[in-house]
């Protein structure tokens, strides 16, 4: 089992809907959570990242963490053409160990003028 | 402008013929990588630095050497290069191992024919 599972897509709504992204994690020792966007041709950008579980908001965008059930969520709403891009999950320990982030697959997401 | 510049971001070469992908950051930051992207696979790390002189191997590290002799500076080398690294490389930089934020740099599609 991979340590983040994220489902690829491409998911495709019309312009304005709410977009709910999902990652899922095997490893309980992951404490920061992040999410990334990607434009086409360019390297992923941080979006926003969360410390264990709750909520974070920022603007449109609300990441969502359940250590419980090990989900990751990123909700958009009122989203915009220019939100197609694609979001990859990721996390790590933290704690001062060597390891890096462990990213999922990442989503394509096209938002349909 | 903070950055993470890589070079080339095209290369087509042949199987074989050593290579070099530069990634500079102007961030002084102490945390460096390098991943490879390919589609249904995402983001794999090949090696990371945690600073001057240190290096060591990230999930997918065969058929690559890295050297990080200067902070700002961290090269991959295909020595050999061969068809199944065929990829998109991202270097990254963030200000420490257990950083939230890594900045990522454009990019390189390599292809080996």
């Known amino acids: 089992q991979k340590e983040v599972e994220q489902d690829p897509g491409p998911l495709s709504v019309p312009e304005g809907a709410i977009v709910s992204l999902n990652c899922t994690y095997s490893n309980s020792a992951f404490q920061y959570f992040m999410w990334y966007r990607q434009y086409s041709r360019k390297g992923p950008e941080l979006l926003m990242y969360t410390y264990s579980s709750g909520n974070k908001e920022d603007g449109r965008f609300t990441a969502q963490v359940d250590k419980s059930s090990k989900y990751i969520s990123l909700f958009i709403r009122d989203s915009q053409p220019s939100d197609s891009a694609t979001y990859l999950c990721a996390t790590f320990k933290g704690g001062g160990g060597a390891d890096g982030l462990t990213f999922g697959k990442g989503t394509h997401l096209i938002i349909q003028p | 402008e903070a950055q993470v510049t890589q070079n080339p971001r095209y290369l087509i070469t042949v199987t074989g013929k050593k290579l070099t992908v530069t990634c500079s950051q102007n961030m002084n930051h102490e945390y460096m990588s390098w991943y490879r992207q390919d589609p249904g696979l995402g983001l794999r790390q090949i090696y990371y630095s945690m600073n001057v002189e240190v290096t060591d191997k990230g999930d997918v590290p065969e058929g690559y050497k890295v050297s990080r002799k200067e902070k700002r500076n961290f090269p991959l080398i295909l020595e050999s290069p061969s068809p199944n690294q065929t990829s998109l490389y991202f270097c990254?930089?963030?200000?420490?191992?257990?950083?939230?934020?890594?900045?990522f740099g454009q990019g390189t599609r390599l292809t080996v024919v």
């Open positions: 990254a930089s963030s200000s420490g191992q257990g950083s939230t934020e890594a900045f």
